[in-house]
T-cell receptor, first 114, second 118 residues
Framework: QKEVEQDPGPLSVPEGAIVSLNCTYS??????FMWYRQYSRKGPELLMY????GNKEDGRFTAQVDKSSKYISLFIRDSQPSDSATYLC??????????????FGPGTRLSVLP | GAVVSQHPSWVICKSGTSVKIECRSL??????MFWYRQFPKQSLMLMAT?????????EQGVEKDKFLINHASLTLSTLTVTSAHPEDSSFYIC??????????????FGNGTRLTVT
């Protein structure tokens, strides 16, 4: 079993739809959770980060963490064609030197159709 | 926002030659930078952690003599792929930790370098 799993997609939705992207993980020590957006041939861009369980909202994006189920989600409201990209979840167990301990999911490719 | 510039964005080289990739933090100082490799439709795999003024720390299975990393200043880290072979063809991405590489230091990524070795 991989440490972080993510449905690779592609996920196609119509413009304006609510998108739900998910990751599951096996390491209960993870406590920092991030979502990155990566456009084709570009580096990842940080969208959201959360600590432990709960929800966090930023504009059209909402991140949810359920540590009891080892499950995290990113919701995108009123999706736009410009949201078409690959979405990577990432997580870390370490507060210090946490960059070295990032584990990335394989990414979900999202396509928002106009 | 914090910007990480990576250069070149793509490079084609012949087998046996060496290629240098630069990663610069443009508007912040980065004590720690990271180098990743990404294969098509796969996630980022950490290759090494680069600390300013000290030797890089390589992940298991990454040849340090093949992938030379230099972090000579707080804004520049370089990755040199030595004696490149076709199997080294990949997308290389750097990131920089803004701050003290703790949870409060978000990672900012460069736009990657696509290396093709012929």
């Amino acid at each position: 079993q991989k440490e972080v799993e993510q449905d690779p997609g592609p996920l196609s939705v119509p413009e304006g739809a609510i998108v739900s992207l998910n990751c599951t993980y096996s390491n209960s020590a993870f406590q920092y959770f991030m979502w990155y957006r990566q456009y084709s041939r570009k580096g990842p861009e940080l969208l959201m980060y959360t600590y432990s369980s709960g929800n966090k909202e930023d504009g059209r994006f909402t991140a949810q963490v359920d540590k009891s189920s080892k499950y995290i989600s990113l919701f995108i409201r009123d999706s736009q064609p410009s949201d078409s990209a690959t979405y990577l979840c990432a997580m870390s167990a370490s507060r210090r030197n946490y960059g070295q301990n990032f584990v990335f999911g394989p990414g979900t490719r999202l396509s928002v159709l106009p | 926002g914090a910007v990480v510039s990576q250069h070149p964005s793509w490079v084609i080289c012949k087998s046996g030659t060496s290629v240098k990739i630069e990663c610069r933090s443009l508007d912040f100082q980065a004590t720690t930078m990271f180098w990743y490799r990404q294969f098509p439709k796969q996630s980022l795999m950490l290759m090494a952690t680069s600390n300013e003024g000290s030797k890089a720390t390589y992940e298991q299975g990454v040849e340090k003599d093949k992938f030379l990393i230099n972090h000579a200043s707080l804004t520049l880290s370089t990755l040199t792929v030595t004696s490149a072979h076709p199997e080294d063809s990949s997308f290389y991405i750097c990131s920089a930790a803004q701050g003290d590489n703790s949870y409060n230091s978000p990672l900012h990524f460069g736009n990657g370098t696509r290396l093709t070795v012929t």
